[in-house]
């Protein structure tokens, strides 16, 4: 029998490691067992390469080796205290042993191929480019074009491209950010009204320049439409994105050097992104239960003139219960709902979504279909996104138990120890939650980390806000089962999240899925969009 309202505490999830030995920090884990997929059962050292490519200016290429030589090495955690003093951080920031003394992977300084760029042609593009989404597409074409001729007249193959991105590229072909403008509305109107057969006194090109309207639909942001494009390009290997300051553990903003407990924090997560890309995973949950599986829901709204903005793309992410992601594109559509930034699917297309879905985790699953499925949404299900889910597993026939979870971040609930003679700097631990009803209640995901010492919050937490809203799962297994799905970030080497991964990525990801017109998801991997 629950008590409602009651505080209660979930332990910290473990993880697992090589030889099924537990940790709760990934760090631990990693330093003392090593990953949990490892390339060989024997004990070689070094028994797998990583062949990298490299592209970026000569500059860029001394910067990346210096890197690699650094990560190579032990980088120890010490901080300057508030009395200038040098002290050790290793509890709340452990040291970094070296990528080749975790991982077993040896790290080659001199990359497998390396395409250079040269800084007087990216000066050039900004010089002739001030609008944002002209420039940033011309930023990707000049970098994927390079990529995608050395790999056509190349023979040797690489399983990861390190992408070398000045600072300027950085500031100035973000969404938003730097200078430069998007296109204007009566530039974009003028387009709409060709595309409605309305005439003009003067032709595009006259007006516009060749080709320009290939741009409206495609993003201002370097780091989505790079990897939107890789996949359409169907490069070989994943990418990871460095912007040059981090090369010299430098702040990418003022340039400042990092200490050293920051230095082994960076350090530990690009070598875990790293290992991931490559195709192994570092840790696995030992909480998750067999046959369960969890799929996110994502949505973003294309910014284009074509639709006027009301034009939505609806996608998934499917996570196995020992971390596996897949990326599933839908349809585009009017997916809108009575309340502002809210989405809902009609049921053929949230039919067409599990669809892919089911049959993907058949595929990969010694084919067998989940028992228990949990969808993860930001708004409550409609009874036509609910129907279309019903549909196909029943056309499956695979008796899978669906349940719908919606997760709200930032709920409007504070939490504050009440303690006597005692000092009380961190207020709530992560973990705490309390329930409301039988489907509904607050999890503090954020919070004090005793392991620790201290809080993965710079102010008192706000907790989210969990409700079932379809199905009858009990809600403390979902709140058990989200707390283990924010330890799944493998694009960060932290001791857990805020969010379930579900959720935490579903906004890139939908940015990467919209970069482009018409973009084709072809590449499920979830590595390839990270």
Same mark, same amino acid.
């Given at each position: 029998? #629950?008590?409602?309202?009651?505080?209660?505490?979930?332990?910290?999830?473990?993880?697992?490691? %090589?030889?099924?030995?537990? /940790?709760?920090?990934?760090?631990?884990?990693?330093?003392?067992?090593?990953?949990?997929?490892?390339?060989?059962?024997?004990?070689?050292?070094?028994?797998?390469?990583?062949?990298?490519?490299?592209?970026?200016?000569?500059?860029?290429?001394?910067? !990346?080796?210096?890197?690699?030589? =650094?990560?190579?090495?032990?980088?120890?955690?010490? #901080?300057?205290?508030?009395?200038?003093?040098?002290?050790?951080? =290793?509890?709340?920031?452990?040291?970094?042993?070296?990528?080749? +003394?975790?991982?077993?992977?040896? &790290?080659?300084?001199?990359?497998?191929?390396?395409?250079? &760029?040269?800084?007087?042609?990216?000066?050039?593009?900004?010089?002739?480019?001030?609008?944002?989404?002209?420039?940033?597409?011309?930023?990707?074409?000049?970098?994927?074009?390079?990529?995608?001729?050395?790999?056509?007249?190349? *023979?040797?193959?690489?399983?990861? $491209?390190?992408?070398?991105?000045?600072?300027?590229?950085?500031?100035?072909?973000?969404?938003?950010?730097?200078?430069?403008?998007?296109?204007?509305?009566?530039?974009? *109107?003028?387009?709409?009204?060709?595309?409605?057969?309305?005439?003009? &006194?003067?032709?595009?090109?006259?007006?516009? %320049?060749?080709?320009?309207?290939?741009?409206? @639909?495609?993003?201002?942001?370097?780091?989505?439409?790079?990897?939107?494009?890789?996949?359409?390009?169907?490069?070989?290997?994943?990418?990871?994105?460095?912007?040059?300051?981090?090369?010299?553990?430098?702040?990418?903003? !003022?340039?400042?050097?990092?200490?050293? @407990?920051?230095? /082994?924090?960076?350090?530990?997560?690009?070598?875990?992104?790293?290992?991931?890309?490559?195709?192994?995973?570092? $840790?696995?949950?030992?909480?998750?239960?067999?046959?369960?599986?969890?799929?996110?829901?994502?949505?973003?709204?294309?910014?284009?003139?074509?639709?006027?903005?009301?034009?939505?793309?609806? /996608?998934?992410?499917?996570?196995?219960?020992?971390?596996?992601?897949?990326?599933?594109?839908?349809?585009? %559509?009017? $997916?809108?709902?009575?309340?502002?930034?809210?989405?809902?699917?009609?049921?053929?297309?949230? !039919?067409?979504?599990?669809?892919?879905?089911?049959?993907?985790? !058949?595929?990969?699953?010694?084919?067998?279909?989940?028992?228990?499925?949990?969808?993860?949404?930001?708004?409550?299900?409609?009874?036509? =996104? $609910?129907?279309?889910?019903?549909?196909?597993?029943?056309?499956?026939?695979?008796?899978?138990?669906?349940?719908?979870?919606?997760?709200?971040?930032? +709920?409007? &609930?504070?939490?504050?120890? *009440?303690?006597?003679?005692?000092?009380?700097?961190?207020?709530?631990?992560?973990?705490?939650?309390?329930?409301?009803?039988?489907?509904?209640?607050?999890?503090?995901?954020?919070?004090?980390?005793?392991?620790?010492?201290?809080?993965?919050?710079?102010?008192?937490?706000?907790?989210?806000?969990?409700?079932?809203?379809?199905?009858?799962?009990?809600?403390?297994?979902?709140? #058990?089962?989200?707390?283990?799905?924010?330890?799944?970030?493998?694009?960060?080497?932290?001791?857990?999240? %805020?969010?379930?991964?579900?959720?935490?990525?579903?906004?890139?990801?939908?940015?990467?899925?919209?970069?482009?017109?018409?973009?084709?998801?072809?590449?499920?991997?979830?590595?390839?969009?990270?």
């Amino acid at each position: 029998m #629950k008590v409602f309202n009651e505080i209660k505490y979930i332990d910290e999830p473990q993880l697992i490691f %090589g030889g099924n030995q537990v /940790a709760e920090d990934p760090r631990d884990g990693l330093l003392l067992y090593g990953p949990y997929e490892k390339w060989s059962n024997d004990f070689t050292f070094n028994n797998y390469r990583v062949s990298a490519g490299v592209i970026g200016t000569r500059d860029a290429l001394e910067k !990346y080796k210096s890197f690699v030589q =650094e990560i190579k090495k032990p980088i120890i955690s010490t #901080k300057v205290n508030k009395r200038g003093k040098v002290e050790s951080n =290793e509890v709340q920031r452990p040291s970094f042993p070296g990528f080749e +003394a975790v991982f077993n992977v040896h &790290l080659p300084e001199e990359p497998d191929i390396f395409v250079e &760029l040269k800084q007087i042609e990216i000066e050039a593009i900004f010089a002739q480019n001030k609008n944002r989404q002209i420039r940033t597409n011309k930023v990707v074409d000049y970098y994927l074009e390079k990529m995608v001729n050395e790999m056509s007249g190349n *023979d040797v193959r690489v399983n990861i $491209w390190f992408v070398l991105v000045p600072k300027k590229i950085h500031a100035n072909c973000r969404s938003m950010k730097g200078r430069g403008t998007n296109f204007s509305k009566t530039t974009m *109107d003028f387009f709409k009204a060709g595309e409605l057969g309305q005439t003009s &006194l003067f032709t595009e090109q006259e007006m516009f %320049g060749d080709e320009i309207s290939k741009y409206f @639909d495609t993003s201002s942001d370097f780091h989505h439409l790079l990897k939107a494009r890789a996949n359409q390009e169907k490069l070989d290997a994943p990418i990871q994105i460095v912007v040059e300051p981090i090369l010299k553990f430098r702040d990418i903003e !003022y340039n400042r050097p990092y200490s050293n @407990d920051m230095k /082994a924090n960076i350090a530990w997560s690009i070598s875990t992104t790293l290992y991931y890309k490559l195709g192994k995973k570092p $840790w696995k949950l030992s909480v998750m239960r067999p046959g369960v599986c969890y799929l996110g829901l994502v949505f973003k709204r294309f910014q284009s003139n074509s639709n006027n903005g009301q034009m939505v793309c609806s /996608a998934a992410q499917l996570f196995m219960s020992d971390g596996d992601g897949t990326v599933f594109r839908g349809n585009n %559509g009017l $997916w809108l709902s009575d309340h502002p930034n809210e989405y809902h699917l009609d049921e053929s297309e949230a !039919y067409n979504l599990l669809m892919l879905a089911l049959t993907d985790y !058949y595929k990969n699953n010694n084919n067998t279909y989940p028992e228990e499925l949990f969808v993860h949404g930001r708004a409550t299900f409609s009874d036509k =996104e $609910w129907a279309g889910f019903l549909k196909a597993i029943e056309e499956k026939k695979c008796n899978t138990k669906i349940n719908g979870i919606v997760i709200k971040d930032g +709920a409007p &609930l504070k939490m504050f120890r *009440d303690v006597e003679n005692e000092k009380a700097d961190f207020g709530v631990l992560r973990g705490v939650y309390t329930i409301l009803n039988n489907q509904e209640a607050f999890l503090f995901t954020r919070g004090f980390i005793p392991r620790l010492n201290t809080s993965s919050s710079l102010e008192i937490p706000n907790p989210l806000h969990v409700k079932v809203t379809r199905g009858n799962a009990d809600i403390e297994v979902v709140l #058990k089962d989200i707390m283990a799905l924010t330890k799944l970030n493998y694009n960060a080497c932290i001791y857990g999240d %805020g969010k379930p991964v579900t959720l935490r990525f579903s906004d890139t990801i939908g940015r990467i899925l919209t970069a482009t017109e018409n973009y084709k998801e072809e590449r499920r991997q979830f590595q390839f969009y990270i």
